[in-house]
């Protein structure tokens, strides 16, 4: 059984940090792990991906902010997150999905139950 288990999310003022974990078990094979968000009243959108052989792509709302990094032996993706604002506040989830040796996804998406990130003063 696939499990993605996000922690990280709290309450941080404007321009603070905060850094997000996800952990993955049951996944087999090569897949590719990403964050999305959602904020109240509106979709869920991506954040930043990472393929497994290590390429990212940012939201452009996000770069320079927010870094993916990914530890392959713990089978976890974080996420750092500084200069926050308070647009950055919405639940945060992390999604992954297997990929052949092309790169090509396939299966099913695996979605974690999403962490709160809150930033106010």
Known sequence: ????????GGLVQPGGSLRLSCGASGLR???DMNWYRQA??????????????GDTKYTD???????????Y???TVYLQMNSLRP???????????SVDSRGIRYGTDY???GTQVTVSS
Do not use: H
């Open 1 to 8: 059984q696939v499990q993605l288990v996000e922690s990280g």
């Open 29 to 31: 094979g090569i897949y």
């Open 40 to 53: 109240p009243g509106k979709q869920r959108e991506l954040v930043v991906g990472t393929t497994y052989s």
């Open 61 to 71: 709302s996000v770069k320079g902010r927010f870094t993916i990094s990914r530890d």
């Open 73 to 75: 032996a713990k089978n």
């Open 87 to 97: 647009e950055d506040t919405a639940v945060y989830y992390c999604n992954a999905y």
């Open 111 to 113: 979605w974690g139950q």
